[in-house]
């Protein structure tokens, strides 16, 4: 999902087992799921359930970066390190042991009482063979993952994302055309299959307001679903702005039913790289900034909740000085937090 053309959503994916993780170019890996056990750094836990009811994992990456400044006494960046580690991040779930992922960070959730934020990211032709190539081999490869995942699920609550870029591609020519017809099954099924669940909420992947137009992607959306979601996600790995973004949906959501939405705030501070390449802006940005942090109470009756859905400290890719994708990225992460004081 992290490909090369301007304004598309690009950072945060990985497909993990327990015993290996497949690292996906441009996206953010999970870390297993580790529902036991001591946290991982002194004074990262909940925040306030009223506010924010989305659960924090003690054992992310930037849990562990923050640890590892505290046993260095390097206080100042353990303080920058925390306001990452401290709130709660999508979890990618994935394609080796999806139901054990989804299970361990459901689990793991609900002992804390609060909900997972999970993303699913293995649409078959995934990213046009770009820098995120993959996914399912094919259709009933996909459905056999997604029962899977909805069997980790099973009845602990859960907000879902589905398949950031996967309706934009149709819309902006980057999928073959050959593959439309199956993908909108795939996507439509994976809405209905999720919203079987009791305590699951949903919501389809809809670009962002520098990619695609609301005229053109509200069609799509209802063939590939929208209907029977709970709403949409906006901004999904991306820098634009919650203003814009806010406004970007609301015209989107005028055209699915009124539908409410979700917008990715993870990195969105200082709003999108407007400097050198546009191909290549998604791609570890200079000078951008933590966004508005995680919460359900967003003052506006349209926007469900901003959520961290990109996890901002890991790569995007190895562009502009950064490891590979999904990697934790220290310099990267201390300036994100560095810009958003």
């Not at 609550?157 to 999928?175: I, S, Y």
């Not at 917008?263 to 790289?273: A, E, K, L």
């Not at 349209?302 to 220290?330: F, Q």
Request: proline fraction near 7%; charged fraction near 25%; include cysteine.
């Amino acid at each position: 999902m992290y490909g090369s053309f301007t304004g598309r959503a690009r950072a945060g994916v990985a497909a993990a087992g327990a015993a290996a993780l497949l690292l996906l170019a441009g996206c953010s890996s999970p870390d297993a799921p580790a529902p036991e056990g001591p946290e991982a750094a002194p004074g990262v836990g909940q925040q306030p359930k009223g506010a924010d009811p989305f659960w924090v994992n003690p054992k992310s990456k930037a849990a562990a970066a923050l640890e590892n400044y505290q046993r260095k006494g390097e206080k100042d960046n353990a303080e920058l390190v925390r306001r990452i580690a401290a709130q709660p991040v999508g979890e990618w779930i994935g394609v080796e042991t999806p139901e054990e992922d989804a299970r361990g960070y459901t689990e793991a959730a609900a002992k804390a009482d609060r909900d997972a934020v999970l993303v699913l990211y293995n649409i078959p032709h995934r990213d046009c063979g770009q820098h995120s190539a993959g996914g399912a081999a094919d259709g009933d490869s996909y459905r056999a993952w997604l029962d899977k995942v909805a069997a980790g699920i099973g009845d602990r609550r859960a907000t879902v994302v589905v398949e950031p870029d996967a309706v934009m591609h149709m819309v902006d020519g980057c999928t073959q055309e050959q593959y439309h017809e199956e993908r909108y099954d795939l996507l439509k099924g994976a809405v209905k299959r999720l919203k079987q669940l009791p305590n699951t909420r949903v919501y389809l992947d809809a670009g962002n307001a520098g990619w695609g137009k609301p005229d053109q992607i509200f069609e799509p959306l209802q063939w590939a679903g929208v209907g029977d979601a709970d709403g949409f996600a906006v901004n999904v790995s991306n820098f634009q702005t919650t203003a814009a973004s806010t406004e970007y949906g609301k015209k989107v959501s005028e055209k699915v039913g009124g539908k409410p939405f979700v917008i990715d705030t993870s990195r969105n501070g200082n709003g999108p790289y407007t400097e050198g390449d546009p191909a290549q802006s998604w791609c570890n940005p200079p000078g951008r900034a933590l966004g508005e942090t995680p919460t359900a109470e967003t003052g506006d009756p349209k926007v469900d909740a901003y959520l961290w859905i990109k996890r901002p400290g890991e790569s995007d890719g190895d562009c502009k000085g950064g490891p590979r994708a999904g990697e934790w990225y220290p310099d990267y992460a201390l300036e994100l937090a560095r810009n958003s004081a």
